[in-house]
C-alpha cells in the first residue's frame, strides 16, 4: 500500500487551496438567499432555542479549504480509530460559539484557538474551546458595542464526553468535556472543529448584563439561562 508522508499532504493541501482560489486568497464567504434550503436549515437551528428579540441580518457560509480538509483527514481518522479500537465513534455535530466581530476574520482564517483572543474558552468545563448547543448561551459572547452582532456555526466532532471542571487541561479519558446539562462542549485537539457559517443578527438582550456580571461563578447553564421564548 501507498505510504504518503506528511510533507507531501501538507503540499497537497496548498495545492488544493491555490485551486480553488488563485489569487492567495485564504477563505472567502457566500452569503446565503434567505429562499435557500440550507439557510432556511441554519436560521431554523440559530431560532429554535433561541429568544425572539434577535433578528437575523445574513448568513454567510465559509468556504476555507484548508481547514476543510484537515477537518475531513482528522473525520476519517477518528472514524478509522474507533472501529479498531471499538469505541464510540465521533457525532458530527453543529454547535455555536459567539465572538466578537474583530476575532472573526483569524477564526475564518486560521480556526478556533484557545490561546488566541477572542476565542471563547470553557474555563468552567476545561481549558479547551467551547461551543454551546444553544445559540442563546452563544450570544452572551458576542461584542455588545456591535449593533449587529456575529456568531459562527461550527462542525464539530464529539466521541466519549466527561464532565469537565476548570483545572482540566487535556482530558485523559475523553476527547470532548462538557457541562452537567450537556449543553457546553470543550474541544481541545485542532481539526476536530471547523468554523461552517456566520450569523450576523442584531438585537438587545438585558439579561445579557445580569449574566456577565455572574460569568465568573461556578454555576450550571440552568441558574443563568432563563426559559427561552420559542
Known amino acids: 500500500m501507498e505510504r504518503i508522508c506528511k510533507s507531501d499532504i501538507l503540499e497537497q493541501l496548498i495545492f488544493y487551496s491555490h485551486t ?6 485564504i477563505y472567502k464567504s457566500e452569503e446565503l438567499s434567505s429562499q435557500n434550503e440550507e439557510y432556511k ?17 445574513k448568513i454567510e457560509r465559509i468556504h476555507n479549504p484548508y481547514l476543510l480538509t484537515q477537518y475531513a483527514i482528522k473525520k476519517k481518522h477518528l472514524e478509522k480509530l474507533s472501529k479498531q479500537e471499538k469505541t464510540e465513534i465521533p457525532r458530527e455535530k453543529r454547535l455555536f460559539h459567539g465572538t466578537g466581530k474583530d476575532e472573526m476574520e483569524s477564526i475564518c482564517k486560521a480556526n478556533f484557538d ?11 468545563f476545561g481549558q479547551g474551546v467551547s461551543f454551546s448547543a444553544n445559540p442563546y448561551y452563544a450570544t452572551h459572547y458576542t461584542d455588545d458595542k456591535d449593533e449587529i452582532k456575529v456568531i459562527i456555526v ?9 464532565i469537565g471542571n ?3 487541561i487535556i482530558p485523559g479519558n475523553c ?24 450569523i450576523y443578527y442584531t438585537g438587545f ?6 449574566y456577565c456580571q455572574q460569568r465568573t461563578r461556578t454555576i450550571s447553564l ?3 439561562i432563563p426559559d427561552l421564548i420559542k
Open 20 to 25: 480553488v482560489f488563485p489569487d492567495n486568497t
Open 41 to 57: 436549515q441554519i436560521s431554523k437551528l440559530f431560532k429554535d432555542k433561541n429568544k425572539k428579540i434577535f433578528q437575523i441580518q
Open 114 to 124: 484557545w490561546r488566541r483572543k477572542g476565542t471563547n474558552v470553557g474555563h468552567r
Open 154 to 162: 461550527a462542525k464539530v466532532l464529539v466521541g466519549h464526553t466527561c
Open 166 to 168: 476548570k483545572m482540566m
Open 175 to 198: 476527547d470532548t468535556s462538557t457541562d452537567k446539562e450537556g449543553q457546553i462542549f470543550i474541544k481541545y485537539d485542532d481539526g476536530t472543529f471547523y468554523p461552517e457559517y456566520r
Open 205 to 210: 438582550d438585558p439579561e445579557k448584563s445580569c
Open 222 to 224: 440552568g441558574d443563568f
